[in-house]
């Protein structure tokens, strides 16, 4: 009996590495072949299967890292070896000790250059329709725990560690798939959805990445710039479909002087890689080099460069969302059917597919794997290189630091732009003293950004005000030749009507870093008053008078300059009744909106307009609309009621 209980435990034994090495293929989770002509797996799958993954690997682990605009839950995968994945956060300490390269010696970088991993990020499906990476995803990460890749996976998980994103708009993903599913086999099959794909922007999500209004772009924020710190980052997207097959860095011109050269030579090392992998992999119609420029900082795939971060951008040709497409050979532009040496290899036309989509994005979603393996020591002490020259060298012309006064027009707004700034990890200190630069007195309190920080190029390309190289036109006083993709300018401080000086000398003063913007929490005036007096210069004081107004408060708007003890507030201020049920909402709604009010007495001699309450309608056509999505996103922002 002995004997046959060690028989089975011992055959047992032998086979559990088998039994745990049994990964679920995702064509047989799904049932169809990912990429297969108008079958497309929803975000509910793809977070089953990634999860299924989890269970079945040690080599994966899939994390939550925030919530969508409509509360999906948004899951990002880390894929590394089994000893990797148990030390972890010592791998994230080592990255952010080669990013606070101060007082780092380059000996002591190396070492820890030789000790860590190269993190490498993947980010997919940020536009909904462009559907295919979140397939990809599936695919990659399979192959990647079991082995099936063109490189020996297991030695380079061990000096890689990646993140994938399978979709960083799981909400447009959901919508996407089910309006498609549902005209599939009918005329309407891969048409355009009647509405937005991301709640508010639509396709300006990814327009969203300094401003940082939407809840994905924050989610995706503070992965790259607190929690992981990847030193190599790809943005998958697709594009139109008559041209290229696809679109791979580097970039055109003009480049952002902004950021650091190393990068730009970052980029074309991996992208170069990328090209010569699909090229060896028989993938035609790859381009580089021209269409997307390196010059502006507002998408999920340039904001990294001016963190040091090597970011990509991978475009595919599109299909009809998850439907092929032909293409005959006379619909291919001229520049797309001729050689040359930035598109050696033209596609001659035919049919396009899903499938093609996928088997492009996943060959150069392994070939920057390997990349990142074959130089991770370098790409490690690159990045603190990087990071050093953006704390210790200061060019000609450089400004020293950012100084935002304490007295501005509308503070809370002040307080909201030094947040977008920190939560894009931007350094961000509070005198402690007065001041005085230039014959001009800074108060206590205002706001110093000094340049000698990790993120410079962040810093000086949002406070600093834009100069695109300049525009050429097509004839003597014709049209300008398009030369930015994007916005040409982004300067936050003249976008928000903040007061942001630019020093260029060095100044001495008496400074404290923040850890958190130092928002106040105001409260009612203590004197009785009948009457509360908010600021129209505030933008949030509109807020909490929305917020009374559907309470039937009894609001007036002043005709001119309202004056009292110690405040003078600008015409067309409200002065709100003090009745019993505004005495007990106002301290929760001065705190939420960080706005402070002042009490007034009799209020007869006082020009003013009864306020009343109007009721306000969005229309919303057949046809999704940007502008009606970011104007409704204002709305709830400020919580303005509207129907």
Avoid at 80 to 88: C, H, I, P, W
Avoid at 246 to 251: D, N
Avoid at 311 to 339: G, H
Avoid at 546 to 565: Q, W
């Amino acid at each position: 009996m002995r004997k046959k209980i060690f028989s089975f435990s011992s055959l047992l034994l032998l086979l559990l590495p088998f039994i745990l090495t049994a990964q679920t293929p995702p064509d047989e989770f799904l049932g169809h072949r990912v990429g297969a002509d108008r079958k497309l797996a929803d975000y509910n799958q793809i977070q089953a299967y990634f999860q299924k993954l989890d269970k079945e690997s040690g080599k994966i682990k899939v994390l939550t890292i925030g919530q969508s605009t409509l509360n999906k839950p948004i899951i990002m995968a880390v894929i590394t070896s089994e000893d990797n994945m148990a030390k972890l956060d010592t791998y994230r300490s080592i990255t952010k000790k080669l990013r606070d390269a101060r007082g780092l010696a380059p000996d002591e970088a190396r070492k820890l250059a030789k000790e860590g991993k190269v993190i490498v990020f993947i980010t997919c499906n940020l536009h909904a329709t462009e559907i295919g990476s979140s397939q990809m995803a599936m695919e990659f990460a399979y192959n990647l725990v079991t082995g099936k890749t063109p490189f020996d996976a297991d030695k380079v998980l061990e000096d890689v560690i990646i993140l994938i994103a399978p979709t960083i708009n799981p909400d447009g993903q959901q919508m996407v798939t089910d309006w498609y599913r549902k005209y599939v086999g009918t005329e309407y099959e891969g048409g355009r959805m009647p509405w937005l794909y991301q709640h508010y922007a639509g396709h300006d999500n990814n327009r969203d990445w300094f401003m940082l209004n939407l809840a994905e772009t924050k989610v995706v924020t503070k992965v790259m710039y607190h929690d992981w710190i990847p030193q190599i980052h790809i943005d998958q997207h697709e594009m139109g479909s008559s041209g290229a097959r696809l679109w791979i860095p580097p970039f055109a011109n003009p480049p952002n002087p902004n950021v650091h050269p190393l990068l730009w030579r970052g980029v074309a090392l991996c992208g170069m890689n990328m090209a010569y992998d699909l090229q060896k992999n028989g993938l035609k119609g790859v381009h580089y080099g021209r269409s997307f420029a390196g010059w502006w900082d507002g998408a999920c795939d340039n904001t990294p460069w001016f963190h040091n971060t090597i970011c990509l951008l991978s475009e595919a040709a599109s299909v009809r969302v998850a439907s092929p497409i032909n293409i005959d050979a006379a619909e291919i532009s001229k520049s797309y059917i001729e050689k040359s040496m930035q598109f050696p290899d033209p596609w001659p036309g035919g049919w396009w597919r899903l499938g093609d989509i996928v088997d492009y994005e996943l060959t150069l979603s392994l070939s920057l794997v390997k990349t990142a393996f074959l130089h991770k020591e370098e790409f490690l002490y690159d990045f603190y290189r990087m990071c050093k020259d953006s704390i210790e060298k200061r060019e000609g012309g450089q400004p020293y630091a950012f100084v935002i006064p304490k007295k501005q027009c509308d503070y809370p707004t002040t307080l909201k732009m030094l947040d977008v700034l920190m939560s894009a990890g931007v350094e961000i200190n509070q005198a402690k003293e007065d001041f005085v630069i230039s014959d001009k007195l800074y108060p206590a309190g205002s706001f110093v950004i000094l340049m000698s920080q990790p993120y410079r190029p962040y810093v000086q390309a949002l406070l600093e005000i834009q100069k695109h190289p300049d525009l050429k036109r097509q004839y003597p006083n014709g049209p300008f030749i398009p030369l930015a993709y994007d916005n040409a300018g982004w300067t936050l401080p003249l976008q928000m009507g903040v007061k942001c000086d630019q020093i260029n000398n060095p100044l001495k003063v008496k400074l404290t870093k923040l850890d958190k913007v130092p928002y106040p929490s105001p409260t009612p005036p203590r004197e009785v008053a009948s009457y509360i007096v908010l600021d129209s210069r505030l933008n949030t004081s509109y807020s909490v008078v929305f917020s009374l107004i559907k309470m039937k408060t009894e609001i007036y708007r002043s005709k001119d300059i309202v004056k009292g003890k110690g405040f003078e507030a600008a015409p067309g201020s409200f002065i709100i009744k003090n009745t019993p049920q505004v005495k007990k909402a106002l301290p929760a709604l001065l705190d939420k909106w960080h706005v402070r009010a002042f009490g007034l007495g009799n209020i007869d001699d006082i020009p003013k307009a009864s306020l009343k309450r109007f009721r306000i309608g969005f229309y919303q056509s057949w046809r999704s609309n940007m502008d009606e999505g970011w104007t409704r996103y204002v709305f709830d922002d400020l919580s303005i009621p509207y129907t």
